[in-house]
């Protein structure tokens, strides 16, 4: 089987098309220009990944990568960036996935899977949430995941391409940087702690992820349906924050701020920093992290495909810890 992964200069990405090459998969990987010396630093040739240079606005660039394809895993995306205007989101989360879905079709691709984000529910109001659960995007990355998913799954019902939409949840581990500045912060005792602490949060390792993903390309079953896919437990957001501590060595924050006027504050920035092109350094968003529970319920991708992710979280933290302990970032 030849399958195609976008984004796989990524975290997320460079961990699937390694998984999938490990499988046994023939693997190509889509890069853009810019980051192809990235993408052969990480030794990913060397992993027998084949790299198509192509760009996700790029029709042509898409058709020559999706040829003689059997299954497209779509993880690129554009994320949060300061100052990126509302346009270039749609341009690559939304026009970008209508392209690769054409180009898909076009070349007789079978299965096409989506990577969106659990962030589409926003809020869980009581979790743990499904998919069946109310969407609430809360920024203009998730609006644009939303709509991309939810044209992925128009297409796959007008055109002969098996469409699956995968929600990850907190995905994390060896080589991820996102989650770097918690334990950075928990590790110098600097950590903000937000409000009571009792939010539920939910993470899944990359590995448990990645092989959701392949799982999501490869059974019969999974066309036309939608998977949360997350890791084996969740905690309060005060849970995780001590595991952490305790792998890290140090007591967990005592202090608990209040929210809002740092909320305030987040709005503040925003509004001064966004439209000059400057990185604020306080988010709203940062704050919804101590305010909004994300906490899921993967019975449906367990029943129909076998999903069972292995890696808990304290072993989790345990490896992710190591890894920045070894790179040097803690």
């Known amino acids: 089987m030849t399958v195609l992964v976008t984004g796989v200069s990524g975290f997320t990405g460079g961990h699937l098309a390694r998984h999938l090459a490990a499988a046994g998969r023939r693997v190509r990987g889509l890069v853009r220009p810019g980051s192809l010396e990235r993408a052969r630093a990480a030794g990913l040739e060397e992993a027998g990944i084949e790299l198509a240079t192509g760009d996700l606005t790029d029709l042509a660039s898409l058709e020559a990568a999706c040829r003689d394809v059997e299954v497209v895993y779509h993880i690129a995306a554009t994320y949060r960036q300061a100052g990126q205007p509302n346009s270039a989101y749609r341009a690559i989360n939304v026009e970008g996935t209508r392209k690769l879905l054409d180009a898909s079709s076009g070349c007789g691709v079978t299965r096409f899977m989506h990577c969106s984000t659990g962030g589409v529910h926003g809020h869980v109001e009581h979790p743990p949430g499904t998919e069946d659960s109310p969407l609430g995007p809360g920024d203009i990355y998730q609006v644009t995941k939303l709509e991309a998913e939810q044209l992925a799954r128009r297409y796959g019902e007008t055109h002969a391409l098996d469409v699956t939409v995968a929600r990850p949840i907190g995905i994390y581990g060896?080589?991820?940087?996102?989650?770097?500045?918690?334990?950075?912060?928990?590790?110098?005792?600097?950590?903000?702690?937000?409000?009571?602490?009792?939010?539920?949060?939910?993470?899944?390792?990359?590995?448990?992820?990645?092989?959701?993903?392949?799982?999501?390309?490869?059974?019969?079953?999974?066309?036309?349906?939608?998977?949360?896919?997350?890791?084996?437990?969740?905690?309060?957001?005060?849970?995780?924050?001590?595991?952490?501590?305790?792998?890290?060595?140090?007591?967990?924050?005592?202090?608990?701020?209040?929210?809002?006027?740092?909320?305030?504050?987040?709005?503040?920035?925003?509004?001064?920093?966004?439209?000059?092109?400057?990185?604020?350094?306080?988010y709203r968003r940062r704050v919804d992290f101590y305010t909004k529970s994300r906490a899921f319920d993967t019975t449906r991708a367990r029943a129909e495909l076998g999903y069972a992710p292995r890696v808990g979280l304290r072993e989790g933290i345990a490896r992710t810890a190591a890894w920045y302990r070894a790179q040097g970032l803690l």
């Open 174 to 282: 060896p080589g991820d940087t996102r989650f770097l500045k918690m334990f950075r912060g928990i590790a110098r005792r600097r950590f903000p702690m937000l409000g009571a602490g009792e939010v539920f949060y939910h993470l899944t390792y990359v590995t448990d992820l990645v092989e959701g993903f392949r799982l999501c390309g490869e059974t019969p079953a999974a066309a036309g349906r939608t998977y949360l896919l997350a890791g084996p437990d969740y905690t309060t957001l005060s849970e995780l924050v001590g595991l952490i501590a305790g792998e890290l060595g140090v007591d967990p924050p005592r202090v608990h701020l209040p929210v809002w006027p740092v909320w305030l504050a987040g709005a503040l920035c925003e509004a001064v920093c966004v439209p000059l092109r400057i990185e604020p350094p306080l």
